[in-house]
């Protein structure tokens, strides 16, 4: 019972974004709709929000310091002390 109410969950979710949510997207990024843009508009489009950007950058240099000190604990874990 609980693998049919499963499914039939799973069925209307994806009737209802069908449905609504996706109806129509072929036309949010028609070709003339694209290419009548401003170059301004297509950068401001494209570009990351600077939120995002700065939390990527911290993360980076976060994701740095941490393989650094991998390295540095398995230097130290391979010691013959």
């Known amino acids: ?9 799973a069925n209307v979710t994806v009737q209802v974004v ?3 949510l996706a109806d129509g997207l072929e036309n949010i990024f028609h070709e003339k709709r694209v290419r009548d843009l401003s ?3 297509v950068t ?3 570009q990351d929000d600077p939120r995002v ?7 980076r240099a976060e994701r740095e310091v941490l393989e650094n000190a991998m390295v540095i604990c398995r230097q ?3 010691r013959p002390d």
């Open 18 to 20: 069908e449905r609504h």
């Open 76 to 78: 130290i874990g391979m």
């Open 39 to 41: 170059d301004e508009k």
């Open 1 to 9: 019972m609980q693998s049919k109410l499963h499914d039939f969950i």
């Open 53 to 59: 950007r700065a939390e990527r950058h911290r993360l």
């Open 44 to 46: 401001e489009l494209a």
